[in-house]
């Protein structure tokens, strides 16, 4: 079977203040469609340089991005957009929502580019909302929001076309253990549909309900291993500790 994602010999230079910065340096990575797979790692390392570039993002200096047996790191913008807008789902570390919408519009957007009905977009939007416990904010500004409730809504809005690969960067990082049991739960209700997952994560906790975790240091892997079947998301949340 084809992996829905893979990574050939990725690597990504940056140049500061004239030097060059290595943030990825040779990676190898296959995701198997339906896998929860946890990336960790020390800040720097380059988890969210790697996300970026699976998602079509940033451009790798060397190697391949392969989505579903596509090579995609050497497409177009807008095509990249386009297979974005049909496969992939994001959740960006610091949200990204639009600040002249409401939380539903944020949400209903990307149904609306797929082609979807408004009335359709609508329902979905307030499903998710609600399923995350933030629909009585729905027509709010992002800007009065807490954190914890625009990384609900930048959730929300990946999962609304129900992406085969949601690539999400410390999705629980600012929220509290209620919250962070509906986000887990949600993306447990989507791996069950067969959706992949990538998420990066400093939370113990929420990586040991994935299928694998993937170790970064210094911008290489260092370690890929299978977990044992996990207990539930809400027994490993309520292990204590902060979320």
């Known amino acids: ?38 990336i960790m790692g020390p800040s720097g390392c380059g988890k969210s340089t790697l996300l970026n570039l699976l998602a079509g ?7 391949e991005v392969w989505l579903g047996g596509q090579r995609i790191d050497g ?4 095509a990249l957009a386009r297979l974005r807008r049909r496969r992939i789902g994001f959740v960006f570390q610091f949200f990204n929502l639009l600040p002249t919408l409401s939380v539903r519009e944020n949400v209903e957007l990307p149904l609306l580019l797929a082609g979807k009905h ?26 009065l929001l807490s954190g914890g409730q625009q990384q609900r809504v930048a959730l929300a809005r990946a999962m609304a076309n129900s992406p085969d690969v949601v690539l999400a960067d410390e999705p629980t990082g600012n929220l509290d253990s209620d919250a962070t049991r509906a986000v887990m739960e949600l993306l447990g209700r989507a791996r069950g549909r067969g959706q992949t997952l990538l998420l990066v994560t400093h939370d113990a906790r929420v990586a040991a309900a994935a299928d694998r975790i993937v170790r970064l240091r210094d911008g290489r892997i260092v370690a890929d291993g299978r977990l044992e079947p996990a207990r539930s998301v809400p027994d490993l949340l309520d292990l204590g500790g902060d979320t």
């Open 75 to 78: 497409l177009s913008e807008a």
């Open 118 to 143: 408004r009335r359709a977009a609508r329902r979905t939007a307030s499903i998710l909302l609600d399923e995350l416990g933030i629909a009585e904010r729905r027509n709010t500004a992002p800007a």
């Open 1 to 38: 079977m084809t992996p829905v994602l893979e990574a050939r010999a990725l690597a990504k230079t940056y140049v500061s203040g004239g030097a060059h910065v290595r943030a990825l340096d040779g990676v190898d990575m296959t995701v198997e469609r339906g896998e929860f797979v946890a």
């Open 57 to 63: 993002f940033d451009r790798p200096s060397t190697g």
